[in-house]
């Protein structure tokens, strides 16, 4: 039996914005996929990435591991003098991390343009 991974992503860099915009589709939830993708996101500050831009429009669902891989990307980004944002997060994932106080050190955003500060 073969495990299908729960959280697909699609990463785009834009190197004349200093951005990277990660589209997300399925859950977040803890897997190993969403470890990659924390990994990832480290390595890519590191490197001197400031702004994260993080499409949510098709996460289906955050857990508690999901929430906390998020807050550890933007401890990151934020030690770094950058900023994440998060766009098209649904009514119940926005609850989920409202609760645990992420929008006030995330940018919670309705559209892409919103993130980008245009």
């Given at each position: 039996m073969?495990?299908?991974?729960?959280?697909k992503?699609?990463?785009?860099?834009?190197?004349?914005?200093?951005?990277?915009?990660v589209?997300?589709?399925?859950?977040?939830?803890g897997s190993?996929?969403?470890?990659?993708?924390?990994d990832?996101?480290?390595?890519?500050?590191?490197?001197?990435?400031?702004?994260?831009i993080?499409?949510?429009?098709?996460?289906?669902?955050?857990n508690?591991?999901?929430?906390?891989?998020?807050?550890?990307?933007?401890?990151?980004?934020r030690?770094?003098?950058?900023?994440?944002?998060l766009?098209?997060?649904?009514?119940?994932?926005?609850?989920?991390?409202e609760?645990?106080?992420?929008?006030?050190?995330?940018?919670?955003?309705?559209?892409?343009e919103q993130?980008?500060?245009a």
């Amino acid at each position: 039996m073969t495990l299908k991974p729960n959280l697909k992503t699609t990463v785009a860099t834009d190197p004349g914005r200093d951005e990277q915009l990660v589209t997300l589709k399925g859950k977040l939830i803890g897997s190993p996929a969403c470890y990659a993708l924390l990994d990832e996101t480290r390595d890519r500050v590191q490197d001197g990435l400031k702004f994260i831009i993080l499409d949510m429009s098709a996460v289906e669902m955050i857990n508690s591991a999901g929430a906390g891989i998020l807050a550890a990307m933007l401890t990151s980004t934020r030690n770094q003098g950058g900023a994440l944002s998060l766009v098209g997060l649904s009514d119940r994932n926005r609850k989920v991390l409202e609760f645990l106080h992420l929008h006030q050190f995330a940018n919670f955003c309705d559209s892409l343009e919103q993130a980008r500060g245009a």
